[in-house]
């Protein structure tokens, strides 16, 4: 077997500084490595080396410098390195980078190609799902499993989900993504090391590629980034050291009802849009959301995504277009319909296969190729973020993936605001091409008041015929409820991080948290040690939450944790460790062990609780 690993060096984003006076990001001295979801994935694909004649080869697209992570990568038991470096290259974005990495990629003829789940730096997760469909192969994303089976020659992978998992099969050639848990966090030794520098590293050119150089780089992307705007901290970061337990709480408690309300009188002075102005049948400059549902129930996300279109549609004057894919349940339709579409479009895809696969992106891309909408809005959710990709790549549109905002400048574009380098960088995209594609994070949009009196109109969107190879669900698996679905919409959270003790501690927790209704939540470290599920996990390679409070017991406090809570109203913290991040990140916080401060926070926090219903 032939497996090619697509590897990305990133600067180290921890160590990345920034100058607000100036708004620029210095770069100066800052290391850079392997995406750590790809060194993941090289290190699986040396896993699955059975015999002699399996090869396994990694490709870069990058400067030259990044053959120094591809040494690494050679130590860490890589049988060949390919850098696709040119200078044509730069200003790439993913449509971009995907079609260069599969022209390279057709070159090897590889039987599985694997790649990270998302970059450290742009964290968009989308070149995968793009390289796959560029290249006519099935993918899977967010593997955590992956098993080959020989006599068949196909793999059976576990997908993590927003409530579980799903057991997937495929036949090779394929694509996968992979995230934590598909292999261990593996670094070469100084011998390793020593050996892979003598190693060569092929090189390629974009004119080895194709002679049109006009489709890479640049020139060959359909989205660009305006000036970014750098996110300055706004937090508070008041700190209580010397206090008792009860007096330290009366403190957090005071200032906490103290900022809740100044918050309330500041988004009470916010103008709002009459987003209950509807165009129906007004199909030039459409907005398209594609539903969410878990189970037989629309996700939260769904609602807020009919907010924002029906916000935008004051510009646009313009119809919004619910796609549903599934059964046509009457139900959800009505419930569409009173929040803010005026058409329904319904897909079955009882025959295509699962919403990740390609029979249903197939469907949907040759409707919105017909329709040529404003814009597409998908959630940035497992089954979201696959679709969204696979349609960017078969319509050769922008994308732009996990965005937190969207705006309509004067010139009548859609500007899509997308979080960057662990949320210090907000960075605004624009697209060349329409309809603008956009995947927005859960929990950060808010949904219009529904009205029950808008009758429903519902078309079908035709189901294609599809014979190429594709992935095959087996089978679903749900988590035990830690109220994983409902986390987006918690007012209240707790968050858990290593600095508890272990998970003896939890019970603890959840029991303190459950009685203020706090929701639970943790660190990807926490998820690593196995004490609690991803479905709960909050930040990069978790979810975005928005609560009006946020307690965060004894976690450090790291760029990847704190970029998913930076929409939190007000965040609490208790650490042993004054020098830890985290106090930066919040506005009020506690020097103190939790087990003798939270308690009493919890309790003097109740009536601030009771006043916000």
Not at 250 to 277: E, S, Y
Request: one cysteine or more; proline letters at 6%.
């Amino acid at each position: 077997m032939k497996i090619a690993v697509c590897v990305k060096y990133v600067p180290v984003v921890a160590r990345l500084k920034f100058d607000y006076e100036n708004k620029t990001i210095i770069r100066e001295g800052v290391p850079s490595e392997i995406n750590p979801f790809d060194l993941l994935g090289l290190v699986r694909a040396v896993q699955m080396k059975s015999s002699p004649g399996d090869q396994v080869v990694v490709v870069s697209m990058g400067p030259p410098q990044a053959k120094e992570g591809l040494v690494q990568c050679l130590a860490l038991g890589a049988d060949r390195a390919v850098l696709l470096t040119d200078r044509a290259l730069a200003g790439s974005d993913t449509l971009a980078t995907a079609r260069a990495l599969a022209l390279a990629l057709e070159k090897e003829n590889p039987d599985l190609i694997i790649c990270g789940r998302n970059s450290a730096d742009a964290e968009t997760g989308q070149v995968g799902p793009e390289l796959a469909e560029l290249m006519g192969l099935p993918h899977i994303s967010q593997v955590r499993k992956l098993d080959y089976q020989p006599e068949s020659n196909s793999i059976i992978a576990e997908r993590s989900t927003d409530e579980g998992h799903q057991v997937i099969q495929c036949s090779l050639p394929a694509v996968l993504c992979v995230t934590e848990g598909i292999a261990p966090e593996l670094f070469p030794n100084r011998e390793e090391m020593a050996a892979a520098q003598e190693k060569p590293i092929e090189e390629l050119s974009c004119a080895d590629l194709s002679p049109d150089v006009s489709i890479f780089g640049a020139s060959g992307s359909p989205t660009w980034v305006e000036a970014i705007r750098l996110v300055e901290p706004n937090r508070l970061a008041e700190v209580i050291t010397d206090a008792d337990p009860q007096t330290a709480a009366r403190q957090v408690a005071d200032q906490v009802r103290q900022r809740l309300q100044a918050l309330a009188a500041d988004q009470g002075g916010t103008a709002t849009v009459d987003n209950t102005i509807r165009y129906p049948y007004v199909r030039g400059q459409s907005i398209w959301v594609v539903a969410e549902t878990a189970g037989s129930e629309l996700r939260q996300v769904t609602l807020e995504m009919l907010g924002k279109a029906r916000e935008l549609t004051a510009s646009t004057s313009s119809e919004v277009v619910a796609v549903l894919i599934g059964s046509s349940d009457q139900n959800l339709i009505n419930i569409l319909t009173a929040h803010g579409a005026d058409l329904v479009l319904t897909l079955d895809n009882s025959i295509l296969g699962p919403i990740c696969g390609r029979g249903v992106a197939q469907a949907l891309s040759d409707a919105i190729d017909i329709a040529r909408p404003y814009a597409v809005f998908f959630a940035a959710t497992a089954d979201g973020r696959d679709l969204a990709s696979r349609i960017a790549a078969r319509l050769k549109l922008g994308l732009t993936g996990d965005a937190i905002d969207l705006e309509i400048n004067a010139q009548g574009q859609l500007v899509q605001l997308k979080p960057a380098l662990g949320g210090n960088v907000i960075a605004p995209i624009l697209s060349k091409t329409l309809p603008n594609l956009v995947t927005l994070r859960p929990g950060l949009l808010t949904p219009i008041v529904a009205d029950n009196s808008v009758e429903a109109l519902v078309e079908a969107i035709p189901v294609p015929d599809f014979s190429g190879s594709d992935i095959t669900l087996l089978s679903t698996h749900q988590v035990d409820d830690l109220g994983a679905i409902a986390l987006t919409q918690a007012q209240v959270v707790l968050g858990v991080g290593m600095g508890i003790g272990g998970p003896e501690s939890l019970l603890e927790l959840q029991s303190l948290a459950q009685s203020i209704g706090a929701t639970l939540a943790t660190t990807r470290n926490v998820v690593h040690a196995g004490w609690l599920p991803h479905q709960v996990q909050v930040g990069i390679s978790g979810r975005t939450i928005a609560p009006k409070i946020y307690i965060a017991v004894g976690i450090r406090g790291a760029f990847n944790h704190t970029v998913g809570i930076q929409k939190a109203g007000v965040i609490l913290t208790i650490n042993q460790n004054q020098r830890a991040p985290i106090f930066k990140a919040a506005d009020y916080g506690i020097v103190g062990d939790w087990k003798e401060f939270l308690p009493p926070l919890i309790e003097a926090l109740r009536p601030v609780l009771a006043a916000q219903h």
